[in-house]
């Protein structure tokens, strides 16, 4: 690789690589940022900071699905187990999710707690124009 080094002699300043070479580097360097992003990913997951969420859970939300009922079916749980969490009644927690009742901010707050999510993430989604 032909490069030139552009300062004095004993301290240069820049250098100069022909565009191949350059963007050969631009390359893995973005690679490796890539791999320091995964890394960092899957430490966070192991140390329980976080946790990857399926496709099929993102495209359900993406989709339009209840939020809540994509969410509970994730955490792997019934309405009536839901209920039982929040001390509500599967009925109360099947119309929420069928869109029929609306449910308060004290119900919202205990169901996100009880499926381990953000109440923006049971709630955005519908008051989004």
């Known amino acids: 690789m032909n490069i030139q080094f552009i300062g004095n002699e ?3 300043e820049y ?3 022909p565009i191949a070479a350059y963007r050969e580097l631009l390359e893995k360097a973005e690679m490796l940022e890539d791999v320091e992003a995964y890394d960092k990913a899957k430490a966070a997951q192991k140390a329980g900071e976080s946790e990857f969420i ?3 859970v993102v495209g359900a939300l993406l989709d339009g699905e ?5 969410w509970r079916k994730f955490r792997g749980m019934s309405q009536a187990e839901l209920a039982k969490a929040i001390d509500a009644s599967q009925a109360y927690v ?6 029929r009742r609306e449910g308060t901010v004290k119900v919202y707050r205990s169901i996100a707690e009880a499926l381990r999510v953000d109440i923006d993430d049971l709630v955005e989604s519908q008051t989004r124009a």
């Open 94 to 99: 099947a119309q929420i999710e069928s869109g």
């Open 54 to 56: 399926p496709d099929v």
């Open 15 to 17: 250098a100069v690589v």
């Open 10 to 12: 004993s301290n240069p």
């Open 66 to 70: 209840n939020p809540l009922k994509v």
